[in-house]
């Protein structure tokens, strides 16, 4: 190993190769639920050296662990205990390399943060639409490796919709070059998407082009008490019908899940936190190329037909950008007030938009009954058919005790849910190593034999992220 360091120190600089002291911000992850002991953590500055890099671990054969910001949800870029694996950081690799106005394209390295991909996307006057809590740590390295979401897919899509090409580094050290940013390629297999979503287990993301959209002219956000999870599916509906491609945003929040900010964080002024007949609220965005009186003449239509259909009882529109990002602060702060009440079972699922009313009325009344007094914190984003349906100790519980005795449980009750109504277990926070069983249990055979078949093919050695998405060999 000593021979291996030696190397890796001559290939990215001795400063870059970090053996000693705390190196927790690598080791551990978001949640703090692992924390492995890595052999070193290697941070190269350009695709070169990550060739270099994995070269150099390929002959030795040691284990590699892509890492972009750290902020995987699903223990997925984490090192295990041995001390054996090596952490690649790309976080020094954070150049925008072109913005190319007239195709609408912007290509970076896979370090960069993503707010700052937002950022240089706006200073051209363009919007990179993709928007998640995490932006102003997560890298796209590992938005692009774990497929992520956010808030405006049920109008651009996931990380892969936005991607046009890639660069990556193989098993083996050798560099494919696939940045061409064109939008008709049938040259072959799509390998582009071969790789996003992989979570380092094929190869290592090093680069990416990305695609880039108009700004619009005007964003309306609309905050809206609806009677029930079914109500709140009939007015998606509506605004698919109302505002097509201009819904950029269609979020839902059980009345619980806000009565965590209200508690936690009273600073934040909920809408219709006191109203009793209000179990879900939705947060609406409205993005529109034309003009904000256009956008508001279609978002009162919207609103107007709404009340008339019953699924909508009461709503506020924002009349201020102020206003829109203070409405929008309250949603991302539901994961934060969770965390202060306490420890939680987190669940990141999908099931098509048509049977989440009748998913949660399921799963909640099985729940209740086989865990009296658990606290339900449902919210997400509807739009795509995405719940985090998460899990709290009842009132006055030892939340760690709840967490050691009935996560197993819960996990069980609310995976064969999610089967029953046909839906899936991972959305978009990945598979990692927390849910590398899950995936064997749910997941096809047939699936699983084609995973593992390309995992081989690509990986033989098996030097990728072992542990990762399939068991280790």
Known sequence: MSALLDTLRQIVGAPHVLTEGDLSAWEMDWRRRSHGKALAVVRPANTAEVAAVVRACAASGTSLIPQGGNTGLSVGSTPDTSGTQLVLSLQRMQTVRQLDHDNLTITVDAGCILQNVQQAADAAGLLFPLSLAAQGSCTIGGNLGTNAGGTQVVRYGNTRELCLGLEVVTPQGEIWDGLKGLRKDNTGYDLRDLFIGSEG???????????????????????????????????????????????TGFEVMGQFALSLVVRHMPQLRVPFADAADTPYCVLLENSDSESEAHARSRFEALLEMAFEDGCVSDAVVAESLAQAQGLWHIRESIPLAQAEEGLNIKHDISIAASRIPAFVEHADAL???????????????????????????????????????????????????????????????????????????????????????????????????????????
């Open 367 to 473: 729940l209740q009954q086989e865990i009296p007094g658990v606290r339900l914190v449902n919210f997400g984003h509807l739009g795509d058919g995405n719940l985090h349906y998460n899990v709290q100790a009842p009132v006055d519980g030892d939340a760690k005790a709840f967490l050691d005795t009935q996560e197993a449980r819960v996990n069980h009750l609310v995976y064969e849910a999610v089967a029953q109504f046909g839906g899936s277990f991972s959305a978009e926070h990945g598979v990692g190593a927390l849910k590398v069983d899950k995936l064997q249990k749910y997941q096809s055979p047939v699936a699983l034999g084609m995973m593992r078949a390309i995992k081989q093919a690509l990986d033989p050695q098996g030097i990728m992220n072992p542990g990762c998405i399939l068991p280790r060999a």
């Open 201 to 247: 287990t094929l190869g290592v993301i090093t680069a990416a082009t990305l695609k880039l959209f108009p700004q619009p002219a005007a964003r309306l956000t609309a905050w809206a008490a609806v009677p029930s999870m079914a109500a709140a599916v009939r007015l998606l509906g509506l605004a698919h019908q109302q505002l097509g491609a201009g819904l």
